[in-house]
């Protein structure tokens, strides 16, 4: 059996080729549903990416803190957090797909993606 931890490993490989074989074999002109999935997988693809890079950061904290204390970031803050990451590549992407993205909007979402994850910190502790 794989665990929950592994699987995500395998997730943003999964969730990249997916991508690619759907920006190969379907027309974005003809299927609007092409269009959500795709963004739904780099969705996917981030949120995993950034929860295996928070669950490293989070390996490498508690090894080196092993001494002093236990770390306070556990798996489901980092999963909550990678969340609230993956929001913002998505996000950029579909308004720059629009042709609607300024300095402001992208200030907007930096703003609203700390004030996701100070919720989430606080929420969690």
Known sequence: MIAP???????????LL???????FTDPTKSVASILLVFLLLYVFFASTFFVLLHEVLHHVKLKRSIIGPSKMSHTRAYYIASA????????????????IRVFDVVLVAVLTLLIIFY???RTS
């Open 120 to 122: 989430i910190i606080k």
């Open 85 to 100: 990451l993956a929001f913002v590549p998505v996000s950029l992407l579909a308004m720059q797909s629009l042709q609607q």
């Open 18 to 24: 997916c991508v690619i074989l759907i920006m190969n």
């Open 5 to 15: 931890v592994q699987m995500i490993r395998l997730l943003p490989i999964g969730s």
